[in-house]
């Protein structure tokens, strides 16, 4: 394994994040979804694998899912300041209008119920989830930065928005003397591609550092899917979101990624991830594991290097995609 620094944070990561949002049950768990039982063995050959960056969110199973994370890593860890947690705020946790967003009142209660549920003092990279139309970000802006005065946070980060409302924020926080962003959780892997415009370039030019989301376009780029329709993997079959994310054109990406994978002998797995590590300024893909072999080919693409030739041939195919990943 290999480390990097997580943007301008003094928060050193490993070069893949386990994200933990398969781990979890109850009545909004997916069908795919393990139990803590089926986890462990998952994220103790991550730990084993030197995989020290753990990514999660209070809306995952409604919470079960940072229970697990919290009880996991303690479990697998000798000390807290062994390993760096991440979670997410935004989305509703609860019936009522303060129970979701990113108001004062509701990252405040949010924040603490977190921690209660990982059992930790703090959380070493506290993220928006999404953009809040409804909330001024100068709001959310000052109370993410009283969070890391008062130490229950070291360090802040956001996930899918338009560039130009992160930059927004970016020089907001700047200009009040606010703890900036550190890190951008974007939708980018070889199928979509559209970060490459704005928000890349703009987390180049801040010193952000990337943390993608579906590295592996939610199985796609590994054969779970064919053309024909036919699903490979009771996830395939029964993810309604893949399947408003990607297009047909998109297989013709796919088939490029075989063809490098079938040429170097390695799984279509590893030469995506291989790609996308290698993109600045990606610091650590978020990969989803429910078995062994999906954490050994991740640890295994951070040492693979990719030619001009597999990468131009990986990249050729693609076509420009409407804006995805974003509330509005």
Request: glycine share 6%; with cysteine.
């Amino acid at each position: 394994m290999r480390y990097v620094q997580l943007g301008g944070s003094d928060l050193k990561v490993s070069r893949i994040c386990l994200g933990m949002m398969s781990y979890g049950g109850g009545p909004t768990a997916q069908k795919w979804f393990l139990d803590e039982e089926a986890a462990e063995p998952v994220v103790r050959h991550a730990v084993e694998a030197g995989v020290t960056f753990f990514d999660t969110a209070d809306m995952y199973s409604s919470g079960l899912s940072e229970e697990i994370t919290g009880r996991l890593l303690s479990r697998l860890f000798p000390r807290r300041e062994d390993y760096v947690l991440a979670t997410k705020v935004y989305f509703p946790m609860g019936p009522g209008p303060d129970d979701r967003g990113l108001s004062r009142k509701h990252i405040t209660k949010a924040i603490d119920a977190s921690l209660r549920r990982l059992g930790t003092d703090y959380v070493d990279l506290y993220q928006i989830h999404r953009w809040d139309y409804d909330t001024p970000i100068e709001e959310t802006l000052e109370v993410l930065h009283e969070l890391v005065a008062a130490g229950k946070v070291r360090a802040l980060g956001a996930s899918s928005m338009w560039a130009w409302q992160f930059a927004k924020a970016q020089h907001l926080a700047r200009a009040n003397g606010w703890t900036p962003f550190v890190s951008m959780q974007n939708y980018y892997n070889l199928l979509y591609r559209e970060e490459e415009r704005e928000m890349i370039p703009l987390c180049r030019d801040e010193n952000v550092s990337c943390i993608p989301w579906s590295p592996l376009a939610r199985g796609m780029l590994t054969g779970t899917r064919d053309r024909d329709g036919a699903h490979r993997t009771l996830r395939s079959g029964n993810d309604q979101l893949a399947r408003r994310l990607y297009e047909e054109a998109d297989f013709d990406v796919v088939d490029a990624l075989r063809t490098v994978a079938t040429a170097r002998d390695l799984p279509p797995a590893r030469i995506a991830l291989a790609w996308l590590l290698a993109k600045p300024p990606v610091a650590a893909p978020i990969v989803g594991a429910t078995r062994a072999s999906h954490v050994t080919d991740a640890a295994a693409a951070v040492d693979l290097v990719l030619t001009d030739d597999e990468i131009a041939t990986l990249e050729a195919p693609y076509r420009p995609h409407r804006v995805l990943g974003l509330r509005r």
